[in-house]
């Protein structure tokens, strides 16, 4: 038997005046629609909710892949500044490489003819990078690439610091050589006798003038002609009032015939330093200054060695 809900209307007096039924069917699937709206509600606020966290957390991760991929552009930039900048070191190790080698054949020193100096013994210098190439496809090989062109450069850079130490070395040895090397005139004046045999102005006879002899007035400046120390002050026979420089390497000058001598035995000299006055102490036959240049022992002619 069909169960019903029966609902009363009542009239204003309280008699009633019309009786409905609703069947409970139709009760239990108001009742079940109900729920399922409510749960459809539910579940569309929820999906709603989800919804705008995954947007949320999309614009999140955007974001993210946006500074990514500028700072990956920025480290490719500067992968390819870096790539420019060994192109411009390796053309700078070949240029001082080269330059190297001008001094070296300037000084008159042994030149190094494997190619381009400063690479490897016998070895190509390695072409430049291409920094210009799509990084996405040759990526690793360019970093591959400049990791062993940057090893070779720093070995070449080793390299290149010892041949400069050594070419240092060497110049420096030639700065002490050139001045300890006699090259300017001792004294203003005029050459009155040269180096060689001549006629003794005091005897007539043949003699070997060991130096020149240059003549100006009493007292005019006779001057070191390259640095040294003085290793004799004083009067010497003939030469009467007379300084003697030792110069190292061999080097050796005399000044003779001083009217003054300003210099003492062991003070070091300089070239162009004033060491006297000329004047005609000794044997002589008017003012000037005999000057001699000695190397290993041996008088030289000394006109060889003023420059000046």
Not at 114 to 127: A, I, L, R, T
Not at 227 to 248: A, P, Y
């Amino acid at each position: 038997m069909r169960q019903r809900l029966s609902l009363f209307v009542l009239s204003n007096a309280g008699h009633p005046v019309r009786q409905y039924r609703i069947p409970h069917f139709l009760l239990r699937s108001g009742l079940l629609l109900t729920v399922v709206a409510v749960a459809v509600v539910a579940y569309g606020a929820y999906d709603y909710y989800r919804i705008q966290e995954q947007a949320a957390r999309n614009a999140r991760l955007e974001e993210t892949i946006q500074r990514q991929a500028a700072e990956i552009q920025h480290q490719r930039s500067q992968i390819g500044r870096f790539a420019e900048e060994i192109n411009d070191l390796k053309t700078a190790l070949v240029d001082l490489g080269r330059f190297e080698q001008k001094i070296r054949i300037i000084a008159n020193l042994e030149s190094d003819d494997s190619q381009d100096g400063v690479f490897g013994v016998g070895g190509p210098v390695p072409e430049d990078l291409d920094p210009s190439i799509p990084l996405e496809e040759k990526y690793h090989a360019l970093m591959r690439e400049m990791h062993d062109q940057s090893q070779q450069l720093q070995a070449v850079s080793r390299r290149q610091s010892e041949r400069f130490e050594d070419l240092l070395q060497h110049l420096e040895g030639q700065i002490d050589l050139l001045a300890a090397t006699p090259a300017i005139r001792p004294a203003k004046g005029w050459l009155t006798a040269g180096f060689g045999h001549r006629k003794s102005p005091f005897t007539g006879l043949k003699e070997f003038h060991k130096g020149v002899d240059i003549a100006n007035r009493k007292g005019t400046p006779i001057l070191a002609t390259a640095d040294g120390q003085v290793v004799f002050s004083g009067r010497k026979g003939l030469l009467g009032k007379t300084v003697v420089i030792d110069h190292g390497h061999g080097m050796v000058t005399r000044y003779g015939h001083l009217d003054q001598v300003l210099k003492k035995k062991g003070e070091r000299v300089q070239r162009g330093e004033t060491i006297g006055r000329m004047g005609r102490s000794g044997r002589t036959t008017g003012s000037h200054v005999h000057y001699e240049v000695h190397f290993n022992g041996v008088p030289v002619n000394p006109r060889n060695y003023i420059l000046n």
